[in-house]
């Protein structure tokens, strides 16, 4: 059998955010079987034992106020970078916390972002790991 490989980058606005190779004889022996570049980040997070939360309702109702990265506080040294469709920066956050630094859907500026998708890039220091995905903030 011939063997043949595609690999996929992923990049946004210049940054690397995920990569996927695929080898043409594992399709044909379980077509089923290849990964995405969402589910290579969602294995990097169970491995890690950190669940993103995918939505973000900054209204008031006490329900998805901020975005909330649970198993965040196991690593204090982190950084959070959130980008818009466009790729503009709309805040870093250092040491993500889940209390008092967390992500309320704001800019850097303190006003509020329109409803949108949001990207985010969730850097761990110590463990030289880097996380990538969306999330959705409606109000």
């Known amino acids: 059998m011939t063997r043949i490989q595609y690999s996929f980058l992923v ?3 210049g940054l690397l955010l995920s ?3 695929v080898r043409a004889e594992d399709f044909i022996e ?6 995405s570049p969402d589910s290579l980040n969602a294995a ?4 890690l034992n950190i669940i993103v939360s995918r939505l973000l309702s900054p209204n008031g109702d006490g329900v998805n106020d901020y975005w909330h990265i649970q198993g965040i506080d196991k690593y204090p040294d982190n950084k959070v970078v959130i980008f818009n469709r466009w790729g503009d920066k709309v805040e870093v ?3 993500y916390d889940n209390q008092s630094n967390r992500w309320e859907g704001k800019d ?3 006003h509020m972002v329109p409803d949108g ?3 985010y890039m969730l850097e761990l220091s110590k463990e030289r790991k880097t ?3 969306w999330v959705y903030l409606v109000q």
Do not use: A, D
């Not at 379980?30 to 990964?35: G, T, Y």
């Not at 990097?44 to 491995?47: L, N, S, T, V």
């Open 117 to 119: 998708t949001y990207y």
């Open 93 to 95: 956050i250092k040491n």
């Open 44 to 47: 990097m997070e169970k491995q």
């Open 19 to 21: 990569s996927i190779s």
């Open 131 to 133: 996380l990538n995905g």
């Open 108 to 110: 850097e500026k303190g």
């Open 30 to 35: 379980n077509p089923l079987n290849l990964s």
């Open 11 to 13: 990049v946004f606005f």
